[in-house]
Nanobody
């Protein structure tokens, strides 16, 4: 099993930046890819960004391209999401997810491991 713990959320103003962290523990050979999803009130959970663990291949949702950057630190078993130029529509609970495949999937049901989520609120 893999445990994921997110941190770094909070309340910021539009245009500011936030960095989220997701620390993975448990099996050291898994997961092979990690991703961030978000869910706003009354909306479905949506893909934000993903990265493969070994090759660091990344994938982004169109809505965050150029503003968000996903990265990982293998030594710390941690994935980061740097979010710049935040907008009120970025307000959501952000979830870290892990998958045992070697490609970044963009649908939630492909992911086996989930963190508890961290709230990001962007005020206008």
């Amino acid at each position: 099993q893999v445990q994921l713990v997110e941190s770094g959320g909070g309340l910021v103003q539009a245009g500011e930046s936030v960095r989220l962290s997701c620390a993975a523990s448990g099996r050291t050979d898994s997961p092979y890819s990690m991703a961030w999803f978000r869910q706003a009130p009354g909306k479905e959970r949506e893909f934000v960004a993903g990265i493969t663990w070994r090759e660091a291949k990344t994938r982004y949702a169109e809505s965050v391209k150029g503003r968000f950057t996903i990265s990982r630190d293998n030594a710390k078993n941690t994935v980061y999401l740097q979010m710049n130029s935040l907008k009120p529509e970025d307000t959501a609970v952000y979830f870290c997810a892990g998958d045992d495949t070697t490609v970044v999937q963009i649908v939630p049901y492909e992911y086996d491991y989930w963190g508890q989520g961290t709230q990001v609120t962007v005020s206008s």
